[in-house]
C-alpha cells in the first residue's frame, strides 16, 4: 500500500478532518473526536457509508474565504454567491444545513420538478428565504411551480435552458420574473443555447435578465472557462451600463474536488482568479461593470461529507494474481467507478502492519464490469488477511453523486449508512433493508 499521507498530500489542504494511523488502525479525527473506522464497521455493519453534514459548511465557508482571497489578491471589487446544486447530494441531513446556513449568499440551484417537489414537501417554509435558481429542461408541472413561487414573492431566477421555454412561459404567465439564460459551452455539451439565440433572447427580456449561466463538465480547466466567459462579450455588446452592473455571471459546477483518473484538482482560490480575470477583461471592453459572480460546484463541496467502508468477502488467485472480492458493489455504491472510471482514495482502515499484495479488488456483483476500476483495472496494494482476521477498506470522498445514481443492481439493497454530526454523535439513518429494496421491483408485502 502506498503511503496514506500520500493521498493526503495531494488533496486539499481544506478538509475540516484527517485519517491518521494508530495502532495498525485507521482512524478518523473530526470535530476534535476519534473514530476508529473499523468499530464503526463491525458495530453497523457494511458496506457502510459515513456521513458528515456539517462538513458541506466548512467546504462552503472555504469556497467564500477563497473567493476573498483571490479578490484581494486581484484589487477588484466582487460579491460572490454560492448556489448548492441538489443533484449532487440531496441527503435531507446536507439540505437542512444548506437550508440553515445563516449567509444570505447561499442558495440552492433545482434542476428539475422533483428536486424542487423535495424541497416543497419538506422545507416548505424555510425555502422562502433562499434565492432559488432553476434549471433544466421546463415541464409543465415544474414551469407552473417556479411561476407559483414568483407569485408568492420567493426569490427565483428562471434559467432558460432554449429560447422555446421563454415563449411558453410568456404564454401562460405575463408578469414580471427574474430570468437567466444558459449558453451553451460547444463540444459536448448538450445543454443551454447558441450565442446567436442567447444575444436575440436577450434582446427580448432585456430588464429582467438577471443572470448569465455557463456550466463546464468536470473538470473545468482554467483555458475553458477562460474562453467561455470571454464569449459572453457578444451578449453585453448590446448592454447598457446599468443592467451590465446588476447582472449575476454563473459559472455553474466543475470545479474537480480530486480525479486521479483525469490527474485534476482545482485549489479554489486559483480558479477563482482565473475567473476574475476572465471577467476583469470583460470588463475592459463593455459599457459597464460586472462585479457579481455565482458558482454551483457541486462535487468539490460535497465529496468530503462521506467516506465508505468495504469488507473483504473472498479472496481469489487467478492467472497468477489476487482479486480482493468487497461486500459492496463499484457498480451500485460508487457508480462513477464504473460510468466515468474514477478513481478514488482508499486505503485499509484495518490490519496496517501486515504484509501487503497486489490485488484487484472487485465488486459483489455478477456483472463482470463491478471492479476497480472498470476500463483500467488497477493493482493496489492491501494487506493479505488472516483467516480469522477481516479486512475492512475505506474509500474516501464519496459524498458527491455515488448515492444518487446507485441502483440495485443484482439485488443488493443500498450501503447502511450512519451519521455523524458536530457534537461527534453517531447514529443510524433510514436503513434500507431487504424487504425495502425487493419492494423497489414490485414485491410488495
Ligand atoms: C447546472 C449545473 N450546475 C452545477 C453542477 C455541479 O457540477 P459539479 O459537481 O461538477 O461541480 C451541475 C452538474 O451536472 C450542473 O448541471
Redesign the pocket.
Known sequence: MKSDTAYQAKLPIDIPYKFVNQNRKMVLKLYGHSFDLEELALDFGTPLDVTFPNVIISRIDSIFSNFEAAVNKKGVNMQLSY?Y?M??NPRKELMSEIINCSKKSVGI?I?DIFELKLLLNNFPSEIKHKKL?F??PKSKDYLEQIISLNERGFDVVF?LEDPSELKTLKSIYKKRIKFGI?LNTGGKDR?GMSLDDAVHIASLIKTDLALL?L??????SFDKLSKGISLLQVILKNFDEGLINDLLV?V??????YDQARDARHDSQEYFECIIDAIERLNMNSRGRITHLAL???????APTQLTIFKLIEVKRLNGKYRYVMDGSFITDLPDTWGINKKWSMFPINMLGAKNVKTYIDGVTCDSDDMYTKNEPELKYLPKPDSDKNLFICIAYTG??QDTLGNHHCAIPDAKKILIDKTGKVKRINMQRFEDMQRSFGYND
Open positions: 448556489f446544486p443533484k449532487v440551484e434542476g435558481i434549471h433544466g434559467v444558459r445543454f449561466h456550466h463546464f463538465g468536470e473538470p473545468a454563473d455553474g459546477g466543475g470545479m474537480a474536488f454551483e460546484a457541486g462535487r468539490w463541496v460535497a458527491a453523486y
